[in-house]
């Protein structure tokens, strides 16, 4: 049902080998050609696992899930031009992570492998550590010291270890990294089955629109492990015959952390060592995002575009979206803010998707401080 291959060196590995990277340091990606028999899938349960023959997870026997998935899709009015938005800060851990670790938990449990190490700014160790809970697999979550404390409760009740490390984003994934020498790796960015959960947002996108695709898609990115799932997951349907084009990616970042937006408008080979400066969109503050020229590469060949948005224009995008009716935290704002530039340079007829990632209640001092400013 497909394999694993290393970026660098070509080396392949089984599906069901329990590696998350190459012997070589490599990343590994998977190769897979999946089929999307459609009336099979319209008569499954909504769920992300309807999409079967499209998860590299070999035995049904060791899906692990909560019936996640299949999130609505709403029609939002930006000053007159409608963008449809997917709604995945309803997953059952409050964030779109959910998606990753479905399919990734899944096959960690089908390799039999009894404990995990994963680093995160909140959300993608809720997700697993949750996910986790549920399977019976021991997780230890990395997290940086200022993660906000409704994430670290919220890891810490799923029976997880949580350990807080000092200093930034990277010292944190710096630590995790070292104790995956000795312990697999549930890693949203390096480990390629995360990705394969997250294609699934396409694969919804596709069948809501009555499987076609929309001219543009607008995410937020951090690691990236949205996008490229995004981009997979468009290039699957493409490959399938299910579609004939793949929509415009366009990533928004905050300015205060936008490695891959100023490598992408530099048209340059390489992603900047930044001065990474506090951004309250902590969920997209990656400074060095480990598959960075894959991400920039995806939104090149997408013909799309990176877009910065500033804390000033992400403050204003919360209190705007809270008088809508949406409570989302301040990283999922971000892209609203994003939307509203972008908008002002689309076509009248564009179809347009996006995606509100993470609930507001796991920030909720965050955004009660916006909102009294």
Request: net charge neutral; proline share 5%; aromatic share 10%.
């Amino acid at each position: 049902m497909g394999k694993l291959i290393c970026q660098s060196c070509k080396e392949e590995y089984s599906l069901s080998d329990a590696v998350w990277r190459c012997d070589c340091g490599g990343l590994l990606d998977i190769d897979l050609r999946p089929t999307f028999p459609i009336e099979k899938i319209e008569e499954r349960p909504s769920g992300l696992w309807r999409y079967r023959e499209a998860i590299p997870v070999l035995d049904d026997r060791n899906i692990v899930s909560f019936n996640e998935g299949f999130t609505p899709m709403v029609s939002l009015d930006f000053n007159g031009k409608k963008v449809l938005i997917k709604l995945d800060y309803l997953f059952p851990t409050g964030s779109f992570k959910d998606r990753g670790a479905s399919v990734l938990v899944s096959k960690i449990k089908e390799l039999r492998i009894k404990k995990v190490v994963e680093d995160s700014s909140g959300n993608a160790g809720a997700a697993i550590a949750a996910y986790c809970a549920k399977a019976g697999i021991k997780c230890d979550i990395f997290v940086p010291d200022y993660t906000p404390p409704g994430k670290l409760a919220q890891i810490e009740s799923y029976g997880a270890k949580l350990k807080k490390i000092p200093g930034t984003r990277k010292d944190t994934a710096n630590a995790a990294f070292k104790a995956a020498e000795s312990c697999y790796y549930a890693s949203h960015y390096w480990n390629p089955f995360f990705i394969q959960g997250t294609k699934t947002f396409a694969f919804e996108v596709c069948e809501q629109l009555g499987w076609d695709s929309p001219d543009s898609v607008i995410l937020p990115v951090g690691s990236g492990s949205l996008m490229l799932g995004v981009y997979i997951g468009w290039s699957e349907l493409l490959n399938a015959g299910i579609i004939n084009k793949i929509p415009r990616l366009i990533g928004v970042q905050a300015e205060n952390c936008a490695p891959l937006a100023i490598s992408f408008n530099e048209n340059s080979d390489e992603i900047p060592s930044i001065e990474k400066k506090e951004t309250i969109a902590e969920g997209i503050s990656i400074s060095t995002p480990v598959r960075g020229k894959q991400i920039i590469d995806a939104v090149k060949r997408s013909k799309g575009a990176f877009i910065t948005v500033s804390e000033s224009e992400i403050k204003e995008a919360v209190r705007w979206i809270c008088k809508k009716g949406f409570y989302i935290e301040p990283t999922s704002a971000a892209v609203v803010a994003g939307i509203n530039k972008y908008l002002k340079e689309s076509s009248p007829d564009e179809v347009i998707v996006s995606i509100f990632t993470g609930h507001g209640l796991k920030t909720a001092e965050k955004i009660a401080k916006i909102l009294n400013e």
